[in-house]
């Protein structure tokens, strides 16, 4: 997958980006991502990329040129590397639709993505028009800039690119890959402070074991995020642990 980040602060990247699972799949060929500087893009001498907002109001706002110009560039660049599909532009916003591993998986099966990191108080609206750009948020709070953002995007897009995590099936098992949070996890000592690992999983009993980390899995699910519940397909073991659970601590 070829992932191309346009941004003010070229500087920051490739960051926590350029370490473990992701450092690793950037150094086999799986992922190969390219930072491109907005300022670069401008077209005056003091390499402006942001101006005042019609209609007044605080803030300054990123202009069309320098964004527009950026994004056909690496277009243009991946078209006559032979590349056809059109790549996915992806801007970070905290007016965007929420990232979820649903979009992440959706982004993943895209062989080309470019991701825009927004600043200031926003982007001009037709940079998103013009470039059918789609808008994503990674949560219900404000960062100064979306470098923060597009890391986060990266990263959760990037693993789940074939090959990039070893093991398929622990990707497959991760929280919310089936709509729920994971269950809880315990290592060596068996004991710790007093505390003791739950005996069934130092059962060896494969089925037991299975049994309770799905309904740990349902238990954590329901007290911390029940909205996920709704959404979740439940089989109907577990829609049995779930009546259960309700039932008993309801
Ligand atoms: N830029 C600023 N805040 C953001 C957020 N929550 N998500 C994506 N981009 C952002």
Redesign the pocket.
Known sequence: MRIDVVTIFPGVFPGPLGVGTLGRARERGLVDLAVWDLREFSSDRHRTVDDIPYGGGAGMVMAPEPLVRAVEAIRAARTAGGHSESPAVVL???Q?ERLTQARARTLAARPHLIVVC?RYEGVDERVVEVLEAEE???????????EL?AMVIIEAVARLVPGVVGDAESVARDSFSEGLLDHPSYTRPAVFRGRAVPEVLLSGHHEAIRRWRAREALRRTLLRRPDLIDEAALDAEARAFLTELRNRDG
Request: hydrophobic share 30%.
């Open positions: 970070t916003t905290p965007g927004g994503v948020s990674i949560g219900d709070y404000v960062l100064s800039g979306g953002a």
